[in-house]
């Protein structure tokens, strides 16, 4: 059974750098065809994908906020994400995610999701 | 990038009901990578379908999905109380970063 779980702090003031860790189980990010993600959703808002690393250590970044996120494989088990200059806008649920190329079309999709959580941006 | 309009923004209908949900993608999806999640308050999403109409591992029948090109649609045939919450359609493919839709709440 695949199951993540986000922890991290609670409240970060602005400018701080927030640091998210994703603990995993039930497999592993050296297996081939293996990513994990990182998603977003402000309170009563859309989701925003933030960023992405493969098995083999390629990243993306979502365009908006490349400048100030960072995804890195941590232990065989972890994944961190970092964000820098943190406001108030960027309070909200974080979500990892553990992606696979779907079997139809091969792009990779975030199949099973952690619980969240909830990072309040506040001086 | 690739933004995708949700409608409505909220339906409301009863038990037993068919809810058809929309979502348009403002370019064409060519391998139709689309996908569906539901997500109940409190809770992480959880995805229904992918390749626009594949339903995804335990996902019960009465969710179907449809549409290629730049027009999708979610029907779930008969409503059950516990499909009451938001859907959020998902572009997932192509060069363009993932993107959700703003969401359609599906209220009682």
């Known amino acids: 059974q695949i199951t993540l779980r986000e922890s991290g702090p609670a409240l970060v003031k602005p400018t701080e750098t927030l640091t998210l860790t994703c603990t995993f189980s039930?497999?592993?990010?050296?297996?081939?065809?293996?990513?994990v993600g990182w998603f977003r959703q402000p309170p009563g808002k859309a989701l925003e994908w933030l960023a992405l690393?493969?098995?083999?250590?390629?990243k993306k970044y979502s365009p908006s906020l490349r400048t100030r996120v960072s995804i890195t494989k941590g232990s065989s088990n972890h994944v961190v994400l970092t964000m820098n200059n943190m406001n108030r806008v960027d309070t909200g649920t974080y979500y990892c995610?553990?992606?696979?190329?779907?079997?139809?079309?091969?792009?990779?999709?975030?199949?099973?999701w952690g619980q969240g959580a909830l990072v309040t941006v506040s001086s | 990038d690739i933004v995708l309009t949700q409608s409505p923004g909220t339906l409301s209908l009863s038990p037993g009901q068919r809810a058809t949900l929309s979502c348009r993608a403002s370019?064409?999806?060519?391998?139709?990578?689309l996908a569906w999640y539901q997500q109940k308050p409190g809770q992480a999403p959880r995805l229904l379908i992918y390749?626009?109409?594949n339903r995804a591992t335990g996902i019960p029948d009465r969710f179907t999905g449809r549409g290629s090109g730049t027009d999708f649609t979610l029907t779930i045939s008969r409503l059950e109380p516990e499909d009451f919450a938001v859907y959020y359609c998902?572009?997932?493919?192509?060069?363009?970063?993932?993107?959700f839709g703003r969401g359609t709440r599906l209220d009682i």
């Open positions: 690393v493969y098995w083999d250590d390629d």
């Open positions: 998902h572009q997932y493919g192509g060069l363009s970063p993932y993107s």
């Open positions: 039930g497999f592993s990010l050296s297996y081939s065809g293996v990513a």
């Open positions: 370019q064409t999806l060519s391998s139709n990578y």
């Open positions: 390749g626009a109409s």
């Open positions: 995610a553990y992606f696979v190329p779907e079997p139809v079309s091969g792009y990779y999709l975030g199949d099973v």
